[in-house]
């Protein structure tokens, strides 16, 4: 890449040319090629653990403990989301997304190494480490190259790689255990890694930082914290601690304790963590909200198409994966049109309601579909519907909130929107797991109490009718879930797309 782009050059030189000129489209797929490679890295590595999950406790046993493997990674790449945005915003997007490569590379070998199951869970957290800054600096540094009003095409193939590797991942999960070991899915990400770092340093030049490099070390700490407290509070309550256990108090008080004194701090503060002046801006506290309930809705609900599809329908876990991956299809499909058709009017706000109205719709037709016990003829194009509706709110909403926000912030805000994401998908998981739990006790009791122990065939067909009306019942509420999203998106301003990648406004 032969210029390097200079968003905010405020160093009192005169400014260069070849700084300032816009990258080539040549360079931009360069760019663009190592973007992909990242975002197949953390997709793949997203969804390749959970198949080797029993060669794991087989090996290492501590079933009990097993949620950690996975829990450990969720709590600590979302929990470092924001800080990546801001310390991309303060050193440049290269050396960030360096290291968060090479520190979800530290955490793949050290977990490929593990002897026990608390090393595994220990390196999965420094994995995720990591990993918390793969995606949301992929989709800064797209902000950067890309204007606005050019941006869906590009959006739209990273959204493809994404959809594609998810669905690729525990298939290769698969394959990797049976024919080596499960620490060799770990392993797997090694030459992948060395190629997006390969890709990322031959295309992508190192930027002057857009703000002062001053670290609020301070409210790093407090944010990731408090972050923390609340997400093992959302992670753990109703599984592995009880909602009114101590445990849950103490982490509950202390997530508010810590966040309020981040508050305070970041109002004293010249350069907080993570600035409070984003939340004066309306579209962009909209668009969090607009973010967290889809994927509360979305994936408290699609976490449940295996479990229809195993326990009501008898289906073999491997054939489930290829009825739940039309989801993906229908991620993919949209994000390409989206970008290719829809925004080249130049505006985003009309396919977010689409989509929302679509996965609001799809939702309650499986609800029903699944409560009357219809074909799967008529459950398959609900799950692409939903898929379709999923993919023409994730781009949008990335491109309303970098198009508003000045390049200052640019880094800050599309992590955080990121981390509102993350965190509405991790209370909806829970959320969505109590509501299955509830209805299950209160209907399976009664029930199978009242057939006969010598009628098994009678009492399968209970249970099975059972986790039927309880599987429903998760997806009516996530229709609901996200019909709340789709009311709140009907107040989210609709600003121009710009037509230039990185304007000179460096203000707050």
């Known amino acids: 890449m032969s210029t390097e782009i200079d968003l905010a050059p405020g160093t009192g030189a005169a400014p260069d040319t070849s700084i300032n000129a816009a990258p080539t489209r040549r360079e931009i797929r360069s760019v663009l090629t190592g973007l992909m490679i990242v975002m197949g890295l953390a997709a793949i590595d997203q969804s390749i653990v959970a198949t080797a999950l029993p060669r794991i406790i087989a090996e290492f046993g501590g079933v009990a403990h097993l949620s950690w493997v996975v829990t450990a990674y969720v709590l600590a790449s979302t929990a470092t989301m924001p800080l990546y945005g801001k310390l991309s915003d303060q050193y440049g997007r290269k050396p960030a997304l360096y290291a968060a490569i090479l520190l979800f590379l530290l955490g793949s070998i050290l977990s490929g190494l593990s002897q026990s199951l608390m090393q595994l869970i220990a390196f999965r957290a420094v994995q995720g480490l990591g990993a918390g800054g793969l995606l949301p600096l992929t989709q800064i540094i797209m902000g950067d190259l890309v204007p606005p009003a050019q941006r869906g095409r590009r959006q739209g193939s990273i959204a493809a790689v994404y959809a594609v590797c998810s669905v690729v991942g525990p298939l290769?999960?698969?394959?990797?255990?049976?024919?080596?070991?499960?620490?060799?899915?770990?392993?797997?990400?090694?030459?992948?890694?060395?190629?997006?770092?390969?890709?990322?340093?031959?295309?992508?030049?190192?930027?002057?930082?857009?703000?002062?490099?001053?670290?609020?070390?301070?409210?790093?700490?407090?944010?990731?914290?408090?972050?923390?407290?609340?997400?093992?509070?959302?992670?753990?309550?109703?599984?592995?601690?009880?909602?009114?256990?101590?445990?849950?108090?103490?982490?509950?008080?202390?997530?508010?304790?810590?966040?309020?004194?981040?508050?305070?701090?970041?109002?004293?503060?010249?350069?907080?963590?993570?600035?409070?002046?984003?939340?004066?801006?309306?579209?962009?506290?909209?668009?969090?909200?607009?973010?967290?309930?889809?994927?509360?809705?979305?994936?408290?609900?699609?976490?449940?198409?295996?479990?229809?599809?195993?326990?009501?329908?008898?289906?073999?876990?491997?054939?489930?994966?290829?009825?739940?991956?039309?989801?993906?299809?229908?991620?993919?499909?949209?994000?390409?049109?989206?970008?290719?058709?829809?925004?080249?009017?130049?505006?985003?706000?009309?396919?977010?309601?689409?989509?929302?109205?679509?996965?609001?719709?799809?939702?309650?037709?499986?609800?029903?579909?699944?409560?009357?016990?219809?074909?799967?003829?008529?459950?398959?194009?609900?799950?692409?519907?939903?898929?379709?509706?999923?993919?023409?709110?994730?781009?949008?909403?990335?491109?309303a909130v970098q198009n508003a926000l000045p390049a200052s912030h640019r880094g800050v805000g599309t992590a955080t929107l990121a981390f509102f994401r993350s965190l509405g998908g991790l209370v909806g998981v829970t959320g969505a797991g109590a509501i299955l739990a509830s209805k299950l006790r209160h209907s399976a009791v009664p029930q199978l109490a009242s057939v006969s122990a010598h009628s098994a065939g009678i009492a399968h067909g209970v249970a099975t009718a059972i986790y039927r009306h309880a599987i429903a019942g998760v997806f009516a509420t996530g229709a609901g879930i996200i019909a709340i999203a789709l009311g709140f998106i009907l107040f989210l301003p609709e600003l121009p797309l710009r037509t230039h990648p990185h304007p000179n406004d460096t203000s707050a």
């Open 172 to 399: 290769a999960g698969g394959i990797i255990t049976d024919l080596l070991s499960w620490h060799w899915i770990f392993y797997a990400n090694l030459p992948i890694g060395a190629v997006a770092l390969y890709a990322i340093g031959r295309a992508l030049h190192h930027t002057p930082p857009l703000r002062a490099r001053r670290i609020d070390y301070v409210g790093a700490v407090l944010l990731t914290s408090s972050t923390t407290a609340c997400l093992l509070v959302l992670a753990l309550g109703g599984s592995e601690w009880a909602w009114n256990s101590a445990r849950i108090a103490a982490c509950g008080a202390l997530a508010a304790a810590l966040g309020v004194a981040f508050v305070l701090h970041a109002r004293r503060t010249p350069e907080p963590v993570l600035p409070l002046a984003l939340f004066h801006d309306r579209l962009f506290v909209i668009a969090c909200v607009v973010l967290a309930f889809t994927f509360m809705g979305l994936l408290g609900s699609s976490l449940f198409f295996p479990l229809y599809f195993q326990t009501v329908e008898g289906i073999s876990p491997a054939h489930s994966g290829f009825l739940t991956g039309p989801l993906m299809v229908g991620v993919v499909v949209s994000s390409i049109f989206n970008g290719r058709v829809l925004l080249r009017g130049g505006r985003y706000k009309p396919a977010q309601i689409a989509g929302l109205a679509l996965a609001t719709l799809a939702f309650a037709v499986l609800a029903a579909c699944v409560a009357s016990a219809q074909p799967l003829v008529m459950v398959e194009p609900a799950i692409i519907a939903v898929g379709l509706g999923l993919g023409l709110i994730m781009p949008n909403m990335t491109i």
